[in-house]
């Protein structure tokens, strides 16, 4: 006879009821903001599930187009491109889905003799010490990675200059902080070797705003909105909190 050895990952017994979890759903729905585009203002609707469900009683098929090049602008022209060349011979796209496999492909990580191992953001690069271990290696790498999909994301919402995100910006320090909310999602954290032991800055741990670690407010912002918002909120509390953090850190390097 088989014996079947079952390795859970949890006791089924210590799971909440679906009435807790559906009011946990409901209680962090309430917290989010849906966004408006141009595209639901055009059509009256409030969300991509209501466009939907007016199409499917209208009867229309709906129709998407997957399209990516190397940079946002080439993208988001290409957006237009489509919409407007289609809408003029009088067809539509409903909905854009958008390929980045392409968009970082030309990042360098560089060994170097430089213990600091900084990035460069202008060449897309970043050092790593060379005597690294291959774990340390991979974990720096997939800080650096983070920071520079962080700072693509950003540049393209608020269009500011890079020279804002370095130190001692406030624009860096939310930078630096926001690993660690990413990182915590399980298909980072599980392949980062070093995320239980501490991915950020060590001083951000023990840093609170409001009473509260400032890492588990990030958290908490991002966990509950969408990137944009978590981006303005974060950014808002990190800026009425500003000469409490920077005293922090000051206290965390001076001793």
């Known amino acids: 006879m088989t014996n079947i050895n079952i390795k859970r990952r949890f006791q089924e017994q210590e799971l909440p009821d679906m009435k807790t979890l559906q009011a946990e759903v409901d209680k962090i729905a309430g917290q989010v903001t849906i966004g408006e585009t141009l595209f639901m203002k055009k059509h009256g609707v409030k969300s991509e599930g209501e466009y939907k469900k007016k199409m499917a009683a209208q009867g229309r098929v709906m129709k998407h187009s997957h399209i990516g090049w190397n940079s946002w602008e080439s993208t988001a022209e290409g957006f237009r491109h489509i919409y407007k060349t289609l809408e003029e011979s009088g067809s539509t796209v409903d909905r854009f889905g958008v390929s980045l496999d392409d968009s970082f492909n030309d ?28 774990r340390g290696a991979l974990g720096m790498a997939l800080h650096e990675i983070i920071h520079f999909v962080w700072f693509r994301a950003w540049q393209e919402r608020f269009r500011d ?37 501490g991915c950020v800055y060590d001083y951000f741990y023990k840093m609170t705003v409001a009473d509260r670690p400032v890492l588990e407010v990030l958290d908490e912002l991002m966990r509950t909105r969408s990137m944009d918002s978590f981006m303005d909120d974060a950014f808002a509390l990190l800026s009425e909190h500003e000469s409490e953090i920077r005293r922090q850190i000051a206290q965390a390097e001076n001793g």
């Open 107 to 134: 990042m360098e990580g560089r060994i170097s003799f430089n213990p600091i191992s900084p990035r460069y953001l202008d060449e897309r690069a970043f050092d790593v010490f060379w005597l690294n271990s291959e």
């Open 161 to 197: 200059s890079q020279e804002e995100y370095e130190r001692p910006s406030l624009k860096w320090i939310l930078s630096e902080m926001v690993v660690d909310p990413i990182m915590r999602d399980p298909r980072l954290s599980q392949i980062n070797p070093y995320f239980a032991d």
